[in-house]
């Protein structure tokens, strides 16, 4: 099965004020039909900005892909233009974000909002596009669709107001769905039910997510693959049960032991144990990094790891790692 | 285990060459103001004449090589009154820039923080500011007699309503920052509070404001001389000599589009610097730059 | 030295008035806190959880008097400060301290991060000039940041730095309990792991009480001792730690649990989420128990009758009318 997503050797970069960002630094990867992959990482370390890369959606005064292919349905997103992409956005290709309030325009309708979408790519006229709209707004799981569709962003709960980005995005039965933490800024329980409703909408309609996330969990209960992002790198990914099972790379191993865990039983004898910390900090992007990223902070760093960019070693079973030190990892366990 | 601070970026080296190029309305305002500012302190030593000599056999002449922009209907040197007259413009300008800010930046900070008095006072604003200045700054100048003090208070008082406005809008925006709470939290009392943390994060936009008012302040005492309501008429003000010339507009269009051309060059350097600096400040649109 | 609890708080309530109309007159109330009570002892960490909207930030601001409490007491150290004045409130600021969630607009970012640190010792005239800035720099060490640093800017500092400097400034006048809201939840999980990893130090070290609000259940069940969890204004159930994880009491404490995800892709979606809805607004709360409209197992009386907070067993409290003293501890059935 040919990847439907296929992203090769992207570079992005940012101009500031203290240099050049290298925000996507060499981040190669493929997303086949209908499966979900998840990229996760911290802050900065790209993801985002990597989602962007792909819709184009990188603020051209600042910012460009400097360099890098992205094939989606084997054409080069890289080399359309900006009408080709505007057809292929919210069409073919859609995103939803964290904000869902910022996200929607507050002066206009939910309905409106959806409609817009189906007509401007299906051309259809506005009574059946809100027809359509309603169709989504049930599939979303909304009650009463009717009437929400009158209803003003503002007057829709946090919760809501996802479902409707995702019902927008989903309106026209894109190829591929981009979502960018979009869990991140809703509560707990509610945050279960989106999740649900996503993957039940992937069985339903077969659109490959792309599901950019820092928390763990989610990806280990969402995803099929994994991706891990470190300072604008991809250090490892696998299938989603491999990577948990065995992670391979210190810095996601690091990720792993940082955090608090609900569902082990160990600290409920009393004690607290204390949590492993990755000790140092993010590394600085305009400056160029030698050797790997995350040699500053690895307890097993060498000097080649310092000097020399880590090759993508495979570990067997779709599970590749950037390091110089895959066996003796492997072995401390 | 000391975290090490110093992986962050490096402190930018401050490079006076490069400022002026990121910054050339704030250069461009500042470097033509300061030129005025010497013209003025230097008037003594750049006018050509006397500017109060009068001598009606030399009036109503075109510009010369001994008058360098021409005479008015007394014979007065233009050029030397221009030059003087850049004295009272400026200090009229940076006078009520200076005491309505410090007015403004007082009621401002009171308003602001103590919401008791802020209904008051900010309806007395609202009453003063619905009042055109002109009309408040004659009607104040009328009670009493006509001089250079009385015009520049007669200036600030409808200048000070929009410092007001602008220190108050910046306190009530501070005032629910998690860093005020966490001062407060700390210990901190009302007046340290004031002083240390909501004071600093005023003046910037408070800066900004004087630059306004100095340029109105400017345009108000002009209009004021032209009416006869300012410094009196044998003093050269940009006003005044506009005022005096009005007569002669025709044969002598000199007395005034002289004078008019230095009032209009001098606001805009004002209003310069201030859009500059505003946009500098401005911690959003700075970041931009 | 008394054995009273370091913060206690009775039957608090916090309401809100909602202004509309043209003469802007009073047309409803928020009921952010709507009658808690709970009470912290020394060295003890408690945990206030919930979601958004359920009054936990505005029982961390009260008990700090960032906010006057519409009805209710709060004690420190046993003292009354419920109707305390600015002026009078101020000598009791020293027990009691905060940090906060944002690291980037919690401190002042016009101040040197030594002034921020030490204002309070210089506010309470513990310290003055040259003695202040030597326990400046001892407090930077101990939350392990460089004393040369004291000279630099906030913005110069990363987040989980940020939110050492806010511990160090707490700390300063060594309080005997800290208000810690949401103070991990802007961070990434590795400098979140520093952060949670001091504050427990600390407490070993220095007997702390902490009043640790958050809305995640992992970080909550990794620092406190005890847990409250938080519904719209009340609490719903408030237990010593194991018990609350391995024999949750309130439906609402299992929806959380079962709602919590984790990284383990063997737990994925076994679960079905058993709370479905939105959170009801606190402005228009429903009566009754407030958890009525999305409890599984609500019955009729449920939605006429707010269930007080009772103790069922020696230290479990619980909210619910089907939890009676004394009663079932395991499943509910469906009702």
Not at chain 1, 100 to 123: C, D, F, K, Y
Not at chain 1, 182 to 192: E, G, H, K
Not at chain 2, 156 to 176: D, G, K, M, Y
Not at chain 3, 108 to 137: H, Q, S
Request: with cysteine; aromatic share 6%.
């Amino acid at each position: 099965m040919t990847a439907i997503l296929e992203v090769r050797d992207l570079h992005t970069q940012f101009d500031t004020l203290d240099g050049v960002v290298r925000a996507v630094d060499g981040v190669s990867f493929e997303l086949a039909h209908g499966e979900t992959l998840g990229i996760v990482g911290e802050s900065g370390c790209g993801k985002s900005v990597t989602a962007l890369s792909i819709l184009r959606l990188i603020p051209t005064e600042t910012g460009r892909i400097a360099s890098g292919s992205i094939r989606f349905e084997g054409e080069e997103l890289t080399a359309l233009s900006e009408e080709a992409m505007k057809r292929l956005r919210g069409h073919r290709i859609s995103m939803i974000f964290q904000e869902p309030m910022t996200s929607l325009n507050p002066v206009l309708t939910v309905g409106t909002q959806i409609a817009e979408n189906v007509v401007r790519h299906r051309g259809v006229p506005w009574r059946a596009a809100r027809d359509r709209a309603c169709e989504m707004l049930d599939l979303v799981r909304i009650a009463d669709p009717r009437r929400r569709l009158d209803e003003y962003p503002h007057q829709l709960s946090g919760g809501m107001r996802q479902r409707v980005m995702i019902a927008m995005a989903l309106s026209c039965d894109p190829r591929v769905l981009i979502a960018d933490e979009p869990t991140t800024a809703l509560d707990v329980t509610i945050q279960a039910q989106i999740l649900d409703l996503m993957l039940e909408l992937k069985e339903k309609t077969g659109t490959a997510i792309v599901l950019i996330t820092h928390d763990l969990g989610v990806v280990a209960e969402t995803t099929q693959r994994v991706v891990v992002m470190y300072a604008g790198r991809k250090v490892e990914e696998a299938p989603v049960e491999v990577l948990f099972e065995e992670p391979l790379h210190p810095y996601t191993r690091g990720l792993m032991r940082a955090i608090p865990r609900l569902d082990i039983e160990a600290d409920l004898a009393g004690t607290r144990p204390r949590l492993q910390e990755i000790p140092g900090l993010v590394p600085i992007l305009t400056r160029p990094i030698v050797g790997c990223a995350f040699a500053p902070r690895c307890g097993f760093a060498t000097d080649r790891c310092r000097a020399e960019p880590p090759p993508i070693v495979d570990a067997g079973a779709g599970h590749t790692v950037a390091c110089w030190e895959v066996e003796r990892v492997r072995a401390a366990a | 285990m000391a975290i090490l601070v110093d992986d962050l970026a490096p402190p930018r080296r401050f490079s006076l060459v490069t400022a002026i190029r990121r910054n050339p309305t704030i250069a461009f305002g500042g470097l033509l103001l300061a030129a005025l500012i010497v013209m003025a302190i230097l008037a003594p030593v750049i006018a050509t004449n006397d500017p109060f000599k009068i001598a009606p056999v030399n009036r109503l002449r075109p510009p010369s090589e001994r008058w360098w922009f021409g005479t008015d209907q007394f014979g007065r040197d233009v050029f030397s009154r221009t030059v003087y007259g850049a004295r009272v413009s400026l200090i009229v300008g940076l006078s009520v820039a200076a005491f309505s800010c410090l007015l403004g930046l007082a009621l401002g900070l009171a308003c602001g923080y103590f919401r008791r008095i802020d209904g008051l006072v900010m309806r007395v604003m609202d009453g003063l500011m619905a009042i055109p200045s002109i009309l408040l700054a004659i009607a104040l100048i009328t009670l009493t007699r006509p001089g250079l003090g009385i015009v520049i208070v007669a200036i600030v008082i409808p200048e000070v309503p929009r410092v007001v406005r602008v220190v108050r809008a910046v306190v009530l925006s501070i005032r629910s920052q998690p860093y005020i709470e966490s001062a407060i939290a700390g210990g901190t009392r009302n007046t340290k509070l004031l002083i240390r943390h909501v004071l600093p994060n005023t003046l910037a936009p408070l800066i900004v404001q004087s630059t306004y008012v100095c340029a109105s302040a400017m345009l108000i005492e002009a209009g004021l001389s032209f009416l006869g309501a300012g410094v009196p008429p044998e003093v050269p003000s940009w006003g005044n000599i506009i005022a005096q010339g009005r007569t002669f507009f025709q044969i002598a269009p000199w007395t005034i589009l002289i004078p008019g051309t230095f009032l209009a060059i001098t606001v805009l350097a004002v209003n310069l610097l201030g859009d500059g600096l505003r946009d500098r400040l401005d911690p959003r649109l700075a970041r931009r730059l | 030295m008394s054995a009273a609890p370091v913060l206690e708080v009775e039957n608090l309530v916090k309401h809100f008035p909602i202004h509309g109309g043209l003469l802007q007159r009073r047309v409803g109330e928020v009921r952010a806190v709507d009658g808690v009570s709970f009470a912290i002892a020394k060295g003890e960490t408690l945990g206030l959880v919930g979601e958004s909207g359920c009054g936990k930030s505005t029982i961390g601001k009260a008990a700090l008097k960032l906010i006057e409490p519409t009805a209710g007491r709060i004690l420190l150290g046993g003292e009354d400060v419920t109707h305390l004045k600015p002026g009078a409130m101020w000598p009791h600021r020293r027990r009691i301290q905060t940090i906060f969630q944002d690291p980037y607009s919690s401190m002042n970012p016009r101040l040197p991060a030594g002034t921020i640190v030490g204002e309070p010792l210089e506010n309470f005239g513990i310290t003055r000039g040259r003695a202040t800035d030597d326990r400046v720099a001892r407090l930077f060490e101990r939350v392990g940041l460089r004393p040369d640093a004291v000279r630099k800017y906030a913005h110069e500092f990363s987040g989980g730095q940020r939110q050492r400097l806010g511990i160090a400034k707490a700390l300063s006048v060594n309080p005997d309990l800290i208000v810690a809201d949401e103070p991990v939840s802007a961070l990434d999980v590795s400098v979140q792991a520093q952060v949670l990893n001091l504050l427990i130090d600390l407490q070993d070290e220095l007997g702390l009480a902490y009043l640790f609000i958050s809305h995640d259940l992992a970080v909550m069940r990794h620092i406190s001792h005890r847990i409250a969890v938080m519904y719209l204004g009340r609490i719903v159930e408030l237990a010593d730690k194991r018990m609350l994880f391995t024999q949750p009491l309130h439906p609402y404490t299992e929806a959380l649990l079962s709602a919590a995800t984790a990284p383990d892709p063997k737990r994925r979606r076994r679960r079905k989420p058993i709370v479905q809805g939105d959170v009801p607004s606190p402005a228009k709360p429903p009566p009754g128990c407030h958890f009525h409209t999305r409890c599984p197992y609500a019955i009729a009386e449920c939605r006429v009758t707010a269930p007080p907070l009772i103790e069922v067993a020696p230290g479990r409290h619980v909210a619910c009318l089907r939890r009676p003293v004394g009663g079932d501890q395991g499943p509910l059935p469906i009702a």
